[in-house]
């Protein structure tokens, strides 16, 4: 018993030694730049996610929405609790959503089917359409509308549309039909949706974000994402979603901005008319990070750095790809660097310029087996060397072209499309251009539409002293957190130790 007493001694002053060196204020100091920070706080802070999503509610878009096209477009669905729904989809003639152009009112059922095979976290939904109507806010949007869709759809009658008044454009439901004195039921089947390219798939892809305070665990905010769009407006009917757009927020949260105050308050008859931002001029220069995770096409996710070097004509940038929707099984790692060059300003999307960015050297780092494996089953010596690939071993796959396995080409040039815009908060967001839904480079093709946006951060490392404090949204500061996190290891490991010493003590 004496010898497990000493062995419980000893312990207990390594215990002691190491807490006083946490806690040797304040000599304690840690390294860590405000982009770490950002990362750090996107990956500590999870939101509550249930299976199937609680959809039930009224949602709305945050700001105007700019799809590929480009369109722009502002949100409202309303899911019902005998699962239905009605989905209001707001068309503008402009980048800021200020001048309304036509609506069109969705109608139909849904019912969760399963977990997403393709995208962690998300839940597969069948849903049945059932009526579409649409209706012009001008003269011009609803001479417009009338024109393409009889173009294609000769069954809407020869009277010119008017604005203010719906018209229906697809038609999928039974309605019952008298026969003498027997009522029977007849199916009704019209869709003239083709030349407004008009498809509701988003609603196959559902998830469901549930924001607490981290100190007082009260709901801070709800958030629905659906299903992504088709970058090709002609593959949007036949495309199923394999990640996610921007979310839309429930309307209970609607005080959290005049945008969202805006769309709470609107309905067909009285479209959201939003204030247009402040044009700023696209200053590149600087580091750039992911505010979230985000989702890639085909169940990734990933959050970027990128930075814009101040020489006005270099670019580096790191891509981290994860398997899960928190960001934190990390799979592969790709670093990029090259030139970049203004071409021209945009002419369809207020602010918004084109520039060529020259992919130049590239490296990849496997971080899992899985993408090992895939690495070094690549034919040929297409991804670096044959069978080369090692967990957590940077290469550099210029010299091979690129990583035919993870679609990347080296070198070529990327057209993109970029814009800043302000925030809530005062700060500015980097708006990076949104590359085709399938992956593939294509030369000529120019982004329509975005990513999310990126934070603006500084690289400079800032000595933060261990305070145990916590910010003022709820998140805490960096070392602190590790200081705590360290503390609570030790004090779990010596309770565990303490308690085995014990127990041997007690049984000998």
Avoid at 233 to 244: F, H, Q
Avoid at 340 to 352: E, L, Q, T, V
């Amino acid at each position: 018993m004496a010898r497990h007493a000493r062995r419980t001694t000893v312990v207990l002053a390594v215990f002691l030694t190491s807490i006083l060196e946490l806690l040797a204020a304040p000599g304690q100091q840690a390294d860590f730049t405000p982009c770490d920070t950002i990362v750090y706080n996107v990956q500590a802070h999870r939101p509550d996610v249930r299976m199937p999503p609680p959809v039930v509610g009224r949602w709305l878009s945050s700001r105007c929405e700019i799809r590929p096209g480009p369109e722009f477009v502002i949100r409202d669905y309303t899911l019902f609790k005998n699962s239905t729904f009605v989905a209001l989809q707001y068309m503008y003639a402009d980048s800021a959503c200020s001048a309304p152009s036509y609506v069109i009112i969705s109608k139909g059922e849904y019912s969760f089917a399963q977990a997403s095979w393709i995208v962690p976290g998300g839940t597969e939904v069948d849903y049945i359409l059932q009526q579409v109507f649409i209706m012009g806010y001008t003269d011009k949007s609803a001479e417009l509308l009338y024109r393409n869709i009889n173009r294609t759809c000769a069954g809407i009658g020869k009277t010119k549309w008017l604005p203010g008044h719906l018209y229906e454009i697809f038609t999928f439901m039974e309605v019952p039909r008298q026969r003498g004195n027997n009522v029977d039921l007849m199916f009704l089947d019209k869709d003239c949706t083709t030349a407004i390219n008009f498809a509701l798939h988003e609603l196959q892809l559902m998830r469901v974000e549930e924001w607490t305070s981290r100190d007082s665990k009260v709901l801070t905010r709800k958030e629905l994402f659906l299903g992504d769009v088709h970058t090709d407006m002609g593959l949007r009917k036949s495309y199923r979603p394999t990640g996610y757009q921007v979310s839309l927020r429930s309307a209970e949260d609607s005080d959290d901005s005049d945008a969202c105050r805006t769309i709470a308050k609107s309905d067909v008859m009285h479209p959201p008319v939003l204030v247009a931002a402040p044009v700023l001029s696209v200053q590149l220069e600087g580091t750039w990070v992911s505010g979230m995770c985000e989702t890639q096409p085909h169940g990734m996710f990933v959050m970027r750095r990128m930075t814009f070097v101040r020489d006005g004509s270099t670019w580096r940038a790191r891509y981290h790809f994860y398997a899960d929707a928190d960001c934190r099984r990390q799979s592969y790692s790709v670093a990029a660097a090259g030139s970049y060059a203004f071409r021209a300003a945009s002419r369809a999307i207020r602010g918004g310029e084109r520039y060529d960015l020259l992919v130049a050297d590239v490296k990849v780092t496997p971080h899992d087996a899985t993408a090992v494996v895939n690495m070094n089953g690549e034919v040929g010596d297409d991804c670096a060397t044959d069978g080369s690939w090692r967990l957590d071993v940077e290469q550099d796959v210029t010299s091979t072209r690129g990583c035919a396995t993870l679609g990347i080409a080296v070198p070529h040039v990327q057209a993109d499309l970029v814009r800043l815009l302000p925030d809530d908060a005062g700060g500015t967001r980097l708006y990076v251009g949104r590359q085709p839904s399938d992956g593939r480079f294509r030369p000529t093709y120019r982004p329509t539409s975005f990513q999310l946006p990126l934070v603006q951060c500084k690289e400079t490392p800032q000595t933060t002293r261990w305070s145990g404090k916590r910010t003022s949204d709820g998140v805490g500061s960096t070392s602190a957190d590790h200081g705590l996190v360290a503390i609570s290891a030790l004090l779990t490991c010596y309770v565990l130790l303490a308690t085995h010493a014990t127990l041997r003590a007690a049984l000998t």
